[in-house]
């Protein structure tokens, strides 16, 4: 139980890996609060886990419209009190091509994709800051660092997570506050299925160049995070974390 | 109880960092066997964990020591799940005084020991199709600082060894990663910052976290490593450096 006596907090969580970290950190111990605009996914994951004995809370909230996300955050607040743990994990895919692209597209696809986890940091550092405890795990990608064809700007996103928990990290030190990235390769989730669907070939090359010749399931990434966000991981700060079966070793 | 029914062998476990790893390991369930050269701290600490840890004297800079060693650890307690390449030294060279044995005998400890380790571990790894290993890299294996060469050569190459090592390996399930440390207050620290005034002072302003860390918060990030819980972690380097590597100077 390396989560006991903590609040996590985390942004889309109720599918795919994010599902994985609710499930994951409430075995661990952890109460655990999630935004989604998934209400039904939502409300069926939190009505399980608290029949089987957790607590489990979730709020609808767009995490790129900063009042929405903001009111939702002080309910989740007002029962489970002040949050030391947090999980930005909310993301979509983007394959643009760079002429075509629109910049409204531009817009609303780094307000989740990058600016929410800047949202999450500016809501839960406060009472971080004050209590000198707390740990940030920012979900970026393998993209963050090498990247396949079609993936613009996906990978500006997720490389801008790793530049961001940086930073944080380096800033929010003194209070004892650790910030991380998490970068997964490729995991059997319902955003890599939309992805195999878009681009039907990729799924037999994404199997031939797994070092393990298979893809990750949620839960091998969300042992990660939980083991990031732990007291275990207590000098582990300003890091990007690769969980991608080792992917990133290879090129091609 | 993350290491039931695992066998961890660590090469430098006699103190530091290695000490503190073969601790986390038997207090999460393993039988732990370490060599070292330090039989004094090897036998004491042995003798002070009981019948699930053993101690063998060995240098890792000498296949034929670590091979008989690990023959020997095998026959006790069953073939070996995980490894640890913990052992290491120092060094401080000036690249035009140092000498071709100098660099023969640091890269035989800080280097190639990654390669002997994972020679004497994979066949029986391959077998079971599971397996982990771990190896202890540096921040200097991607930023350094003044007066570490060859030090920082040593550390990237435990990088390329890490990536190679996933790839070929991946096909077995067997994981390799690196864990890489920034200020640990080990013997070895400790030594380096003693060695000139206002290291100490100077090192500790420049930590994110505003400390340096402590041995066992390495060995932490390493028995997670080496435990089912990190299933899909392979070829990675995991710095444990509280922030240091994401400073520029």
């Avoid at chain 1, 940086?166 to 910030?179: C, F, P, Q």
């Avoid at chain 1, 037999?204 to 160049?209: E, F």
């Amino acid at each position: 139980m390396i989560l006991k006596g903590d609040h996590l907090f985390v942004t889309g969580g109720a599918a795919g890996i994010g599902e994985a970290i609710v499930i994951g950190a409430a075995k661990e111990g952890a109460k655990v609060s999630f935004v989604d605009i998934d209400d039904a996914k939502s409300i069926t994951l939190v009505e399980k886990l608290t029949k089987e004995g957790f607590n489990v809370q979730y709020q609808r909230a767009d995490v790129t419209n900063y009042d929405n996300f903001s009111s939702a955050y002080a309910k989740l607040v007002s029962t489970f009190g002040d949050v030391t743990l947090a999980v930005s994990n909310a993301g979509r895919n983007s394959y643009a091509d760079a002429v075509e692209y629109q910049e409204e597209e531009w817009n609303s696809f780094f307000a989740l994709d990058l600016k929410s986890s800047w949202y999450v940091a500016k809501l839960c550092l406060p009472a971080m800051r004050k209590s000198k405890y707390g740990s940030i795990v920012n979900i970026s990608s393998i993209h963050g660092r090498m990247s396949r064809p079609n993936f613009f700007p996906y990978s500006a996103a997720k490389g801008g997570i790793v530049g961001l928990s940086r930073n944080l990290a380096l800033d929010e030190g003194k209070y004892g506050i650790r910030v991380n990235s998490v970068s997964p390769g490729t995991t059997a989730t319902p955003l890599l299925k939309s992805y195999m669907e878009t681009f039907p070939d990729e799924k037999a090359h994404a199997l031939s160049v797994a070092p393990n010749g298979r893809f990750g399931t949620p839960e091998e990434i969300a042992n990660a995070i939980i083991f990031v966000l732990s007291k275990d991981a207590s000098f582990v700060t300003g890091a990007d974390l690769m969980v991608d079966g080792a992917l990133h070793s290879r090129y091609a | 109880m993350k290491l039931s029914g695992h066998h961890i062998f660590v090469t430098g476990g006699a103190k530091g960092i290695g000490e503190a790893i073969v601790r986390d390991c038997l207090a999460e369930g393993a039988k732990v066997s370490f060599v070292d050269i330090d039989v004094k701290n090897g036998e004491k600490l042995a003798a002070e964990l009981g019948s699930s840890v053993k101690f063998v004297k060995a240098s890792v800079a000498s296949f034929a020591e670590l091979s008989k060693a690990f023959s020997e650890v095998t026959a006790a307690f069953g073939e070996v799940t995980g490894v640890v390449n913990n052992a290491g030294v120092n060094s401080h060279a000036d690249p035009v005084t140092m000498t071709d044995q100098e660099w023969e005998d640091f890269f035989a400890i800080d280097m190639k020991p990654v390669w002997l380790t994972a020679k004497l571990a994979l066949p029986a790894m391959r077998k079971a199709g599971k397996g982990s290993i771990v190896n202890i890299g540096s921040i200097h294996g991607k930023l350094t600082y003044p007066g570490f060469f060859p030090y920082g050569a040593a550390k990237s190459a435990v990088l390329g060894l890490t990536r190679n090592l996933a790839l070929d390996e991946g096909k077995h399930e067997i994981r390799v990663n690196t864990v890489s440390p920034g200020y640990i207050l080990t013997d070895l620290t400790k030594g380096w910052l003693s060695a000139e005034d206002g290291r100490t002072e100077r090192a500790n302003s420049i930590q994110p976290l505003g400390r340096m860390g402590q041995p066992v918060e390495v060995a932490k990030v390493v028995t997670f490593l080496l435990s089912d819980k990190a299933t899909y972690i392979s070829g990675s380097d995991w710095a444990v450096d509280g922030g240091l590597g994401a400073r520029s100077a």
